[in-house]
T-cell receptor
Framework: GQNIDQPTEMTATEGAIVQINCTYQTSGFNGLFWYQQHAGEAPTFLSY????GLEEKGRFSSFLSRSKGYSYLLLKELQMKDSASYLC?????????????FGRGTQLTVWP | DGGITQSPKYLFRKEGQNVTLSCEQN?????MYWYRQDPGQGLRLIYYSQIVNDFQKGDIAEGYSVSREKKESFPLTVTSAQKNPTAFYLCASTTTGDLAGAYNEQFFGPGTRLTVL
């Protein structure tokens, strides 16, 4: 099966940098997604990593190490609107194509 | 504009009643998914469908049923057999393109919050 672990909660102040970690165990890793979800809303796509390294997209970056089963999402210049839940999800080559396995999400609170 | 719609946004039902949640997409996606989300929890897969007239159980299918008669539509019925149906329900869809590591981003609908009274 798949096991995805991420911290339950994190807090940070406006303008700061925060790193949200995600570790996973899967037999046929085929990619890792990060989604952002505001309360009561649908998740929205942030990033996708399939190869090792850092993917940068504006204030958000995502890193992957396949050998360590580890990823992180880095949020820079935090804004109040970044307060949300951040979901880590992986795909598995051995499972149904397109299926995602989600972690429980990390609730980020940004303080002024 | 292409997207996924779910209706209604809020739904209330009495205990013992069946209720059907709607999910429609015009993205021409082959695969569709239903998730359940409880407070402080991640998304748990209920059912999924990769092609019309075919669907499979996810991790928590008991007490739920689905149909996939059209590519655009994947309705979910919450039956009276579901012991704890109050939750936020999300529908998603994706392409099933490249087998070798496709960028299979899932697109989500706005969700339906079901409350059993």
């Amino acid at each position: 099966g798949q096991n995805i672990d991420q911290p339950t909660e994190m807090t940070a102040t406006e303008g700061a940098i925060v790193q949200i970690n995600c570790t996973y165990q899967t037999s046929g890793f085929n990619g890792l997604f990060w989604y952002q979800q505001h309360a009561g809303e649908a998740p929205t796509f942030l990033s996708y990593n399939v190869l090792d390294g850092l993917e940068e997209k504006g204030r958000f970056s995502s890193f992957l190490s396949r050998s360590k089963g580890y990823s992180y999402l880095l949020l820079k210049e935090l804004q109040m609107k970044d307060s949300a839940s951040y979901l880590c999800a992986v795909t598995d080559r051995g499972s149904t194509l397109g299926r995602l396995y989600f972690g429980r999400g990390t609730q980020l609170t940004v303080w002024p | 504009d292409g997207g996924i719609t779910q209706s209604p946004k809020y739904l209330f039902r009495k205990e013992g009643q069946n209720v059907t949640l709607s999910c429609e997409q015009n993205l021409n996606h082959d695969a569709m998914y239903w998730y359940r989300q409880d407070p402080g929890q991640g998304l748990r897969l209920i059912y999924y469908s990769q092609i019309v007239n075919d669907f499979q159980k996810g991790d928590i299918a008991e007490g739920y049923s689905v149909s996939r008669e059209k590519k655009e539509s994947f309705p979910l019925t919450v039956t009276s057999a579901q012991k704890n149906p109050t939750a936020f329900y999300l529908c998603a869809s994706t392409t099933t393109g490249d087998l070798a590591g496709a960028y299979n981003e899932q697109f989500f609908g706005p969700g339906t919050r079901l409350t059993v009274l």
